[in-house]
């Protein structure tokens, strides 16, 4: 219960924090940290526009997708706390319920018969499916190595010993903190600023959402943030008692957000079509992760 | 502390497959001559000093500092255009590599002795391949040299591996990558780039059948 | 002596490089060779005693250096005349001379080391000097052909140190670590055999590349059609010997240790695939030069079926390298001559050699009988010998494939041979065509009636020192 309540509240600010940050890097002052959410709450009060080309799976497709995010959001644990819900293999269901929100989001991008759209739903796809071999490989170096298969008990069972666990930590943080970057869209896969719809990737496949549904899928971004900085929170909270871990968890989510809006002020975005081997790279990289587990393990069979 | 230091020098390895201009690839040499001195520099820390100051010398001089310099003043002499031209796409390359790596890793269980490192052995062998696979597939000769420093390299850290009990070894591996660098390297500074125009593969084709 | 030999002959070396003077290099060259022949009889008398820790003149040693002796006389006497017949830079012949002599002396230090790293050292310098050999003439396509000899042979030498890497991880547990052959052999038996066979792969696979089998064998060719002459007789005679002294000592630790068989069928494999290789490329091979490369490849690939085959086959091999050495030697000193009268290496250039130069076309035609193993060509004794090591060996398939290989590579070899003697020239002008002083072909008449000698009633000692070259080999 109460990482579900830490994430929502890390949700509120985190999109601001990291526009905050971008702005302060281009020397200007920026928005206030609550105005995507006062952005939110505008679309909230508005009514929704749908072509007459969409079916009803455009209708309903945002709304699937909020509703796999607060799903998947319902796993993460806290430290030695379990999620809402919490069983074996519940990485699995994480990983794969945020597959089917993505699923939707996909072919309502394809509902609408536009030809951009249909576009950045492809480079969506590949990318989240380069993407996904890293985040399994990864989470599964860490069942291997902690001999559980739950989020909660691979988390509090984690310790750093050698020198080689700490290597192995730096890495698995790089990887989550890239994963996070493919997930959603931002630089250095991505360009949210875009104005030209050849060079959108998620962008595009939101361009005919609007009102009440257009609020719920940029909601949804600012969760998706902060579920991917609990998991790399997670990585660094051990047993500690909860005074200690709240202000921790906040602390490291703030950090997340300013580190992504720096990643964002001062990287360009790859060129597309070397996009995909940039995030096969990171798959690869996870597998050096899994066989350094295993050397770790000293097993080799 | 070794281990970690192997385990980045795979991820250049890694990097090596992906980039696309020839200074990445002189960058990436460098990179791997540094974390070359530090392995060394803790691996063979028994041995007598004046050897150790040899070896560790010769890495940062020569693998970090002159070969990369001279392939350097290579590329500007003969105004070699900066894309490392591979025949094979480089996603094709990056699965090759890993292909590469956990084909090595399945290798290195085959071996049944406890006092030989297996993290060594299988960076040194899957440098050696990763050498060899960018010799084949890039159309420009100067990959060729720059994929031949890399399999020097897989072979020095292979040569750490043994260094403690025979210094020597260690001593033969750099005297080879002395003479053999210098000597591809001059000739190619020398002869080729004067004589052919575009140095491409495609003009060492004359001599056959 | 050993030290004093290394020492003069660098010096000489170093000094023909910096000399321009036509008379001091004459003299400098006589002394290199009164030197390397002293030193050749002085090993001979001190047979199997230790010099500088690293170098003991064991009995194959001592043949493959009187070998080496025998043919560098005429090797040097036709580079004179290859350099007064074509232009006379006294640069270009400095460094020529100069790294013929660091060739010589490294080969003599490779046949003679007894520690395996050393070996390597000493095969490493030959890979050098034969560079600066085969861009002598310093066109494009020599430039092409130096390129991918050293980048071949670099690549190669990298395999072996690798090898002799693994080879020290099997040392471990023998519980020594001197890597001299002598120790080696001693302790065969007990070396780990999986880091033993991945050593001996890439020990293997690298050394190829100085033998002439398959899969390193290419760069050798074009070293070898692009060299000078006599340069390329160096190169496809004693520089192949020195490739299989290294195998062959390393095999002599192998054969004593559990993995014999495996290695054999490796080898196997490879020699082989080299005389297939030779086959097919001598039926389509134009270029003279290029056809005796790969009739060194057959060569080398029946040398080592007779390694495999073991018996009779250990002493047919190391006579077989002895004979061929001077057999081919002689073809590419008489190919000197043949491009200096048809200014080609193209058979479709060549022809009626019988009206142009009746000494040559001799040498020649003798010469084709000997690489063919004819009688009475001493190789055809020692084919002979290997062909029935193998049926005793029970490797019948294995001698059937080779012989119908063999029979296709004759009748490629004397397609070409013969219609360089008999058939007239396409194009041709007979306008002013050299003469050739027959003088010049007096040093091939030797070589091959020398084959003929060994082969037919080789002298006792001749016989004896090759058994005690194959004495730590199991029977």
């Keep these: 219960m109460i990482s579900f309540l830490l994430i929502i509240v890390a949700s509120l600010f985190f999109t601001g924090v990291i526009i905050r940050t971008k702005s302060f890097t281009s020397g200007r002052k920026g928005p206030g940290i609550f105005q995507p959410m006062k952005d939110v709450i505008r679309l909230f009060k508005k009514g929704a526009v749908y072509s007459k080309t969409t079916s009803f799976i455009f209708q309903i497709a945002p709304s699937i997708y909020f509703a796999s995010i607060i799903m998947a959001i319902l796993v993460i644990p806290f430290g030695q706390y379990k999620g809402i819900i919490s069983f074996e293999g519940d990485f699995v269901f994480f990983a794969y319920i945020l597959g089917t929100g993505k699923f939707f989001s996909i072919i309502s991008a394809l509902d609408t018969g536009s030809s951009f759209e249909g576009m950045g739903a492809s480079r969506e796809a590949l990318f989240s499916m380069f993407a996904e071999p890293a985040f399994f490989i990864l989470m599964g170096s860490f069942a291997l190595l902690t001999g559980h298969t739950s989020f909660q008990e691979i988390f509090a069972s984690l310790h750093f010993g050698s020198s080689i666990s700490y290597v192995l930590g730096v890495l698995a943080t790089t990887v989550l903190v890239m994963i996070t970057l493919i997930e959603n869209s931002r630089m250095p896969f991505d360009d949210p600023n875009t104005h030209l719809e050849l060079t959108m990737v998620h962008e595009v496949m939101i361009l005919d959402n609007s009102g009440f549904d257009l609020g719920m899928i940029l909601y949804a971004t600012n969760l998706k943030f902060a579920m991917y900085g609990a998991l790399i929170a997670n990585l660094f909270m051990g047993s500690a008692p909860l005074y200690f871990t709240i202000p921790i968890f906040l602390a490291l989510q703030f950090i997340f957000a300013i580190t992504i809006g720096f990643l964002e002020s001062f990287t360009a975005r790859f060129r597309m079509n070397h996009n995909a081997q940039y995030i096969l790279a990171l798959s690869s990289v996870s597998l050096l992760i899994f066989l350094g587990v295993l050397l770790v393990l000293g097993q080799f069979n | ?209 | 002596m050993t030290g004093l030999y290394l020492a003069g002959a660098f010096s000489i070396g170093a000094l023909l490089f910096f000399n321009r003077k036509r008379l001091i290099n004459y003299l400098l060259v006589i002394a290199f060779l009164i030197l390397q022949i002293g030193f050749t009889i002085y090993e001979y008398h001190h047979i199997n005693t230790i010099e500088l820790h690293y170098f003991s003149a064991d009995a194959l040693g001592i043949l493959l250096l009187v070998t080496l002796s025998i043919i560098s006389i005429p090797a040097m006497y036709h580079s004179y005349v290859f350099m007064s017949k074509s232009d006379d830079n006294p640069r270009h012949r400095g460094i020529y001379f100069a790294a013929m002599v660091v060739l010589l002396t490294a080969i003599s230090g490779a046949y003679l080391a007894n520690h395996i790293a050393v070996t390597w050292i000493f095969i490493e310098l030959t890979t050098l000097s034969s560079s600066a050999l085969i861009y002598h003439r310093r066109n494009n396509r020599s430039l092409e052909g130096t390129w991918k000899y050293v980048f071949v042979c670099a690549i190669s030498i990298t395999l072996v140190f690798i090898g002799i890497l693994f080879l020290s991880f099997t040392l471990q547990q023998a519980g020594t670590d001197d890597l001299s052959f002598a120790v080696l052999i001693k302790k065969a038996p007990e070396l780990n055999l999986f880091w033993l066979r991945l050593a001996f792969i890439f020990i293997f696979t690298g050394l190829t590349a100085k033998l002439g089998l398959v899969p390193m064998y290419t760069a050798g060719i074009d070293a070898k059609d692009k060299a000078p002459s006599p340069a390329g007789a160096l190169l496809s005679s004693v520089l192949m010997n020195m490739g299989f002294v290294g195998i062959f000592r390393f095999y002599t630790v192998i054969a004593n240790s559990p993995i014999h068989n495996w290695a054999n069928h490796v080898i196997l494999i490879a020699a082989l695939l080299s005389i297939f290789v030779a086959t097919v490329y001598m039926t389509k091979v134009k270029n003279i030069k290029r056809m005796f490369a790969y009739s060194s490849i057959e060569h080398m690939g029946i040398v080592m079926l007779g390694l495999v085959a073991g018996g009779i086959g250990y002493y047919a091999a190391i006579l077989h390298i002895i004979l061929h050495a001077f057999v081919k030697s002689s073809l590419f000193f008489q190919m000197g001559q043949i491009y200096r009268i048809y200014k080609s290496k193209s058979i479709y250039d060549a022809g009626n050699y019988f009206k142009y130069n009746l000494t040559g076309s001799i040498v020649v035609l003798l010469g084709f009988f000997s690489a063919t193993a004819m009688p009475p060509s001493g190789l055809f004794i020692s084919e002979f010998l290997i062909f029935r090591s193998l049926f005793e060996a029970n490797y019948l398939s294995v001698l059937i494939i080779v012989m119908l290989l063999l029979t296709i590579i004759i009748w490629a070899f004397g397609k070409n041979i013969f219609k360089l003697l008999f058939s007239p020239a396409v194009d041709f002008k007979e306008d002013d065509i050299e003469k050739i002083n027959p003088v010049e072909s007096i040093s091939q008449f030797i070589l091959l009636g020398l084959v003929v000698y060994l082969g037919l009633n080789p002298p006792a000692e001749f016989v004896t020192l090759i058994q005690e070259a194959i004495k730590n080999l199991p029977l």
């Design chain 2, 1 to 209: 502390m070794t281990n970690v230091l192997l385990i980045i020098f795979t991820i250049s390895l890694l990097y090596l497959g992906i980039a696309h201009r020839l200074l990445t690839y002189i960058k990436i040499l460098v990179f791997q001559g540094l974390l070359l001195f530090g392995i060394a520099f803790i691996e063979l820390i028994k041995i007598d000093a004046l050897n150790l100051a040899f070896v560790l010398l010769e890495t940062i001089v020569f693998k970090a500092f002159f070969i990369p310099l001279f392939l350097n003043y290579v590329m500007k002499k003969n105004r070699i255009t900066r894309d490392a031209e591979p025949f094979l796409p480089n996603f094709v390359s990056l699965i090759l590599i890993t292909i590469i790596i956990i084909a090595t890793f399945i290798l290195s269980n085959a071996i049944a002795d406890s006092r030989i490192s297996k993290i060594y052995f299988v960076v040194a062998i899957s440098t050696l391949f990763t050498g060899l696979y960018i010799i084949v597939t890039r159309h420009k000769i100067i990959t060729h040299v720059m994929g031949y420093l890399v399999i020097e390299n897989g072979v020095f850290i292979l040569s750490i591996a043994v260094g403690n009990e025979m210094p020597m070894l260690v001593n033969l591996g750099i005297l080879l990558d002395i003479f053999a660098s210098v000597f591809l390297l001059g000739i190619f500074v020398n002869k080729i780039g004067d004589v052919l125009k575009d140095v491409d593969v495609e003009q060492l084709k004359n001599l056959k059948d």
